[in-house]
């Protein structure tokens, strides 16, 4: 084993100056030590069908990429002979905001989304997935398909995380996906302040964007209220897109920095030419939920001083994902680096801290997601909403 050992450190500790300075030696006790572990377990565990070298590195590395962020993982060779299997396979709920994989033990929770059901709902990702509504979990593909349900439908899951002595069961109430990003463009009632709910930068965002700002403007638009409460994010390149609809051509908006803060490529800058000149004021509207790219957008708005942003501390999702293959049919999804704004702060882990802090209760969250689909309310629904009001947007309204 000794051999093995000394073999495997030079490996390991490449001279890399981005690599933690570690002194060499520290190598050899670490590795060591995992591999007595793996031994022990093997020599004593007595599932004897749960001790083979790949089942009991795959998990350990499984627990390695969790223990660095929420939104690195290891993707088990069962999961990827699925997706072998049906390229066109999709192993995400947007509906619930979970992302499913597979691996030897059966299905489990391989990423969830910010600003979604799963999130609100504490489920942490690595999570086995013990049953779904009363059940053992089906194949794959069959909980994809069963698990694709209506808005206001609920789903219950019977979860095993690895923090938690007992499996917990939770049921999840299933939202409406949006078919378009932009969900509501209008004048308010002194009809020269304009209103937008972008709801994500996924799909042609920009350009929906883009026909709401026009429309608004033929109107009388005067100045914006920009609402990201509840966004995700999207696509990085949309995000940049209608960022150049607010500053000037060219501007550099987004960098990407990996370990010890150095700049990855040439900053992501707005386009050189701009067809409408928009300079009236800005109120961004964000919330806890408000991730990814929404953060990027209020973040680099508030540095250019473009907008005054208005609610809560924003999720504090600003990283870069790669997946990079590796051995025996696995591959990681890791993090490689943070998105940083222009005076070169991240949202990372921290989020974005608005202008004017409003206070916003559960019960303010729970209206709100009611107000978003005004048009499509029960009776009891609806008189939920009687005689409530926007806490944000109406401080979004008297802020300057």
Known sequence: ??????????????????????????????????????????????????????????????????????????????????????????????????????????????????????????????????????????????????????????????????????????????????????????????????????????????????????????????????????NPGGDLQQTVEILGFFVPPGTAVVTTQGRGGEVQGEPLKTAERQRRKRDYPINMLIDRMSASASELTAGALQDLKRAVIVGETSYGKGSVQNIIPMGGGTALRLTVATYHTPSGKTPHRTGITPDVKVDFTDGDRERLALAYRRAALTADEAKQLEGWTDPVLEAAKSSK
């Not at 093995?4 to 450190?9: D, E, G, Q, R, S």
């Open 1 to 230: 084993m000794r051999a093995f050992l000394l073999a495997l450190i030079p490996c390991l500790a490449f001279a890399d100056p981005a690599i933690p300075a570690d002194p060499d030696e520290a190598a050899y006790p670490a590795i060591e030590r995992f591999v007595k572990v793996l031994e022990q377990v093997r020599l004593r565990h007595p599932d004897a069908d749960k001790v083979a070298y790949d089942r009991l590195v795959n998990h350990a590395l499984e627990g390695m990429l969790s223990s660095l962020d929420p939104f690195s993982s290891f993707i088990h060779p069962e999961m990827a002979r699925a997706l072998e299997a049906d390229p066109k396979l999709d192993p995400y709920l947007p509906s619930l905001g979970l992302t499913l994989g597979v691996r030897d033990d059966g299905l489990f929770l391989s990423n969830v989304a910010p600003a979604t059901p799963g999130s609100r709902a504490g489920l942490l990702a690595g999570s086995a997935i013990v049953s779904v509504d009363g059940n053992p979990p089906p194949p794959l593909a069959v909980m994809l398909s069963s698990l694709r349900k209506a808005p206001g439908q609920k789903t219950k899951l019977t979860v095993k995380s690895l923090t938690e002595p007992k499996p917990l069961e939770i049921e999840l109430v299933h939202v409406a996906v949006e078919e378009r990003a932009v969900t509501e463009a209008r004048l308010l009632d002194d009809n020269s302040t304009g209103y937008i709910r972008l709801a994500s930068f996924m799909g042609t965002c920009a350009r929906e964007m883009e026909a709401a700002l026009d429309e608004l403007e033929d109107k009388g638009m005067k100045r914006l209220i920009l609402d990201l409460r509840g």
